[in-house]
């Protein structure tokens, strides 16, 4: 990959905010920097912004770093993990942002800015009405010296702002879309520092990831209309840009729209809270618009790391496949040991599931598990009542035949000296044979009378694991079914 000829040590990072839960799409971000920089033996970073504290939730910046945690990730400098460019936490650097912004007004690339609120919105609401872009209108931009100082002394209020130049090609090059331009015509005086002391998103980003010494920026593509800004901080600085990399946002599963909560639950928790494994997870954010030579769909996170390159993602946004998710999820699933299977669904089962149980019911879901969650849905006929359809009972066959079967398997079932599968296989395949019943209604039947569902885990091992008593007694209910009038 081209490095624009620069052997520095590549840095990524993450900047999340701690406003609410990860979406689902910036832990697929946080996976590309953290597989880029292990490939090129570099460093990820974990930064918090925190500037906007109205927005903050409180333990926010823990659920950030659980939440990496549990998709067995973690970062090698950030909180907790303090390197030399901390701190990590915005709102410790508060003094950095001001010292910056200050060098940019000596310098004359930025300038202070008293105007009120008020003032600002009928600026714009003006410019809207003569149908220009609403910007700034450059009213304190050339306050003298001594107004300026007048001004702080007594105390008003003001931002400082960045003197955007005039009419001037803005250029920057993504590793995924290429050369990319910007005039600057149309980019606003931009506020750096507030009133109240805290940074800009945009000066923030660019003072924090000169100094982490950020070698590439991989990140939403919803901030390419910000980069222009970024780039021109950069040139006010006279510093050396990053390489960007803007990745395309998921869509709704339907293909429809950004991937939002209004089409169902986009937090990087719930996810894991439905039971989808982590592992699977991740292989799945590896393929959505990326996929390796041999075109493979299952890969471990090492290979992962090897053979990632953001150059070769696609440049168009990919619909957030549930389907597909859910296969990956049941190939995972399908290769722990029940071992790990039952340490893994330990959080999913029900307060009255046997746990007595719990491995050999296992062995008969494990092959048709696709989420950890469904473990009560595909189980709960072990160990609760359930409810025998009549109807479907006497789908295909007549009720007399139906009574005669179910007496016969009472019979035959009171007799059997060991309860098990291959015991109970061979009874059964007998008495359907000696009857010349046929096998799909005898065992539909059972199947239905036993489960009471049509579709269950093998028959014979559920008999096993349900137990004498279990059986008997459905078999009982079904034959006080058909009696009943």
Known sequence: MSMTNRKKLVRTRIAPSPTGEMHVGSMAILLKNYAF????????????????????????????????????LDWDEGPGKEGEFGPYIQSQRLDIYKNYAQKLVDKGKAYYCFCSQERLVQVRDEMRANKQPPKYDRHCLNLSAAEIKSR???????????????????????????????????????VLLKSDGYPTYHLAVVVDDHLMQIS????????????????????????????????????????????????????????????????????????????????????????????????DLNKNSVAFDLKKLDWINGVYIRKLTIQNLKLKILPFLPNDFPQEKLESILNLIHERLIRLDEVEELTSFFYRNIQIDKDLLLKKADKELVFSQLEKSVEKLLGLKFWQSENLEKIIRTLQEENNW?????????????????????LFESMAVLGLEITLKRLKMALDLINAN
């Open 37 to 72: 920089a292990k490939k090129h033996a570099g460093k990820f970073v974990l930064r918090i912004e925190d500037t906007d504290k109205l927005r903050e939730v409180a333990g926010g910046v823990k659920a950030i770093q659980d939440i990496i945690h549990d998709y067995n």
């Open 152 to 190: 702080i002394q007594n105390q008003e209020s003001y931002v400082i702002r960045l003197k955007v130049p005039d009419n001037q090609d803005v250029t920057f090059t993504d590793l995924i879309r290429g050369k990319i331009t910007f005039n600057s015509s149309g980019i606003d005086d931009q």
């Open 216 to 311: 590439h920026i991989m990140r939403g593509e919803e901030w390419i209309s910000s980069t222009p800004k970024h780039v021109l901080l950069y040139q006010a600085f006279a510093w050396e840009l990053p390489v960007f990399a803007h990745i395309p946002i998921f869509l709704n599963p339907d293909g429809n729209g950004k991937m939002s909560k209004r089409k169902g639950t986009v937090s990087a928790r719930s996810f894991l809270d439905k039971g989808y494994l982590p592992e699977a997870l991740l292989n799945f954010f590896m393929i959505l618009g990326w996929t390796p030579e041999d075109q493979r769909e299952i890969l471990s996170l090492e290979e992962y790391i090897q053979e990632f390159d953001p150059q």
């Open 438 to 458: 046929k096998i799909g209604q005898y065992f539909m039947m059972l199947r239905i009378v036993l489960t009471g569902r049509k579709v269950s885990p093998p």
